[in-house]
């Protein structure tokens, strides 16, 4: 897993502007901690940060492969391709040869082999950049899923392109500026495809191409969810579901670094690590390594909410003595969340001020210890969006609104330990022109317009089916970009089995009433694994990640509004609404305000350290 960033440019000879490409390709050292390195052309420039997962010595990049002295092709790549031995032996067969072991390799001969269909041939996860200079034309290509990022700034004579948006931002010809279609992006919980809130930016879509060339750049779709028939019954259906996570698991534990599993205790990480334990087992790899965030006193004194019924400790336990992981609690406290470095931290990684307050913070604290003992993990993330675990899934109000299933449910609160909305402190003049409520609407109207159906998807299953597409094309992506951002930032690679394509198809296209067939949330899921896991796993209610319970959270949060109130050179204050964040600061108001404060607290700093503009 690595960082990449590089530069075309048509009408400039690119290879006078070494020290701009080093200054792009430094914004991505965590990303890649183990090596870096440029390559430059007439016309295009690539840099690379590599975190070294896969052939250790053999995979450097940016890579080439040359023929009498003739470069066909160069990449910068970032990602892992789970399938590559299987490709590597089927070009073999085609006459290629190979000088290393890596996956990098085999995706530049893949490209020979296919052209830009060589991602139909991917499985995995992966962003990368690939110049033809027989053709002088660029292909960006993203995995289906959205796992990996990957941003591009088009120029007048060519393009930008980084794994993250501070890549780009760091050339000097581009100044970060927001408008208000790019400000409302980033308060509400919409997550546009394609969408990078900075002006001139775009991120490549998932299971897109984009190339550049000298009459511009297009995108191009090579993988989309589709409507097919469902004609396996429960049994097979539950069966094949299992044989596809096996294969998934066991392909996702290649590497020659350490490895280990992210468990929560609930269903979606617990059936992974146990997978995952089974496969190693199996290989002579044993034991699995596992590792859970918490947070000091929060099971001794957890309260239940109608969010979070029960605290993971005591799960993530009885999971790891089931399976007998090398199981490692990273407990945190509030001073651990509130620690203006760490927070300042994890704004540097997301680049923007979104996201879930202190539970992108423990993210954050969770890789960074996880870090120190392995360099790969495995996340059972996603498997809500592809299985239908979140409660608003099953809450009639939410499936019938209007919008987003998760807005309805009033999610941007709760997730966050809160109850008010992220924008209760904005202005209302700037809330008005924004008009959130109508961009959410039309990106809700634009997504709907997206889904596939079949002609018997009627009532209950067509609905269904709408919500099932919303959220593994929209929410997962909030999540996704996330966790890599969190992980990124301290050289942790993070693998994602639930969102492997051939599970995604499948499952999209089960039948509602087959997903819930026991009356539950994750019916299938609990099904395909359940001989693998404890009873008080497998039937545990969902419960999403942890957000701290402690009341000193909220209150230092209350202390740094005050000093951004009393601070007159502040940039966020302009677009404060003086009444309500006068209240925000009355005694018991704390705790509710928490998500609007940790925006405005995170616009402020976010305004402060990049310089970014807002046009509205």
Excluded at 361 to 374: C, D, H, I, P, Q
Excluded at 384 to 406: I, K, L, S
Excluded at 595 to 604: D, F, W
Aim: hydrophobic share 40%; aromatic share 8%.
């Amino acid at each position: 897993m690595c960082g990449i960033t590089g530069w075309i440019s048509y009408d400039t000879d690119l290879t006078t502007q070494r020290r701009t490409l080093e200054t792009m390709t430094r914004t991505m050292a965590c990303r890649g901690p183990d090596a870096d390195g440029v390559w430059l052309d007439t016309h295009a420039a690539f840099g690379h940060r590599r975190l070294a997962v896969i052939d250790l010595d053999g995979g450097t990049q940016p890579m080439a492969v040359d023929h009498e002295g003739r470069t066909l092709v160069v990449t910068t790549y970032s990602g892992e391709v789970y399938n590559y031995r299987e490709l590597r032996r089927e070009l073999t067969g085609l006459g290629h040869t190979f000088r290393t072991h890596s996956d990098t390799e085999v995706v530049l001969h893949a490209y020979l082999q296919w052209g830009a269909a060589c991602a139909e041939h991917l499985n995995g996860m992966y962003a990368f950049a690939l110049w033809d200079p027989r053709t002088e034309e660029l292909l960006l290509i993203r995995d289906r899923m959205g796992i990996k990022p990957l941003y591009y700034h088009p120029t007048p004579d060519g393009v930008l392109f980084g794994s993250e948006p501070k890549a780009i931002l760091a050339h000097p010809s581009v100044r970060p500026t927001v408008d208000a279609e790019g400000l409302a992006e980033l308060i509400t919980f919409t997550k546009t495809p394609g969408h990078a809130v900075y002006q001139g930016m775009h991120e490549v879509r998932p299971g897109h191409v984009v190339r550049v060339g000298r009459n511009g750049v297009r995108s191009t779709r090579y993988w989309a969810l589709e409507a097919r028939e469902h004609t396996d019954g429960l049994d097979a259906t539950v069966a094949h579901i299992r044989d596809l996570l096996d294969d998934i698991v066991a392909r996702q534990l290649i590497a020659d670094v350490p490895l280990c599993t992210l468990l929560s205790g609930g269903l979606d990480s617990s059936a992974i690590t146990a997978l995952a334990a089974k496969a190693l087992a199996e290989q002579g790899r044993g034991p699995v390594r596992s590792f859970a965030v918490d947070f000091t006193g929060y099971t001794e004194n957890f309260t239940p909410d109608d969010l979070r019924g029960t605290p993971d400790g005591p799960y993530a336990h009885a999971l790891a003595e089931h399976v007998r992981s090398d199981h490692r609690d990273i407990v945190l406290d509030t001073a651990d969340l509130m620690d203006p470095g760490h927070r300042a931290a994890v704004l540097a990684a997301r680049d923007l001020p979104n996201g879930f307050g202190d539970g992108d913070t423990s993210l954050y604290l969770l890789f960074k210890a996880v870090r120190e003992r392995s360099t790969v993990a495995l996340s059972g993330e996603s498997a809500d969006e592809v299985f239908g675990g979140y409660r608003w899934f099953h809450d009639p109000e939410a499936v019938h609104a209007d919008t987003f299933p998760w807005i309805a449910a009033g999610i941007a609160g709760r997730f966050a330990g809160g109850d008010t909305d992220r924008e209760a402190l904005l202005d209302r003049g700037l809330l008005g022109k924004l008009d959130l409520p109508g961009y959410e609407r039309r990106r809700y109207r634009e997504a709907l317009a997206e889904v596939p159906y079949l002609d018997s998807d009627t009532g209950l299953q067509r609905r269904m089916r709408e919500i099932s597409y919303l959220h593994l094309t929209r929410f997962v992506q909030i999540l996704l970009d996330r966790k890599d951002r969190a992980s990124m930032a301290v050289g942790l690679e993070v693998r994602v089995p639930f969102c492997d394509h051939r599970l995604v198809d499948y499952v999209f296209n089960t039948p509602w009433a087959m997903k819930t067939f026991d009356g539950r949330e994750k019916s299938l899921l609990r099904a395909a694994t359940r001989e693998v896991l404890p009873d008080l796993v497998a039937d545990r209610v969902k419960s999403p990640y942890p957000s701290t319970q402690d009341p000193r959270y909220s209150e230092a949060l209350r202390t740094e509004l005050k000093a951004l109130c009393a601070d007159r050179d502040a940039p966020v204050r302009p677009l404060l609404d003086a009444a309500a964040t006068a209240h925000a600061l009355t005694d018991g108001a704390a705790a509710g305000i928490r998500p609007a404060a940790e925006l405005v607290l995170g616009m402020n700093a976010w305004l402060r350290t990049t310089g970014t503009a807002l046009a509205l």
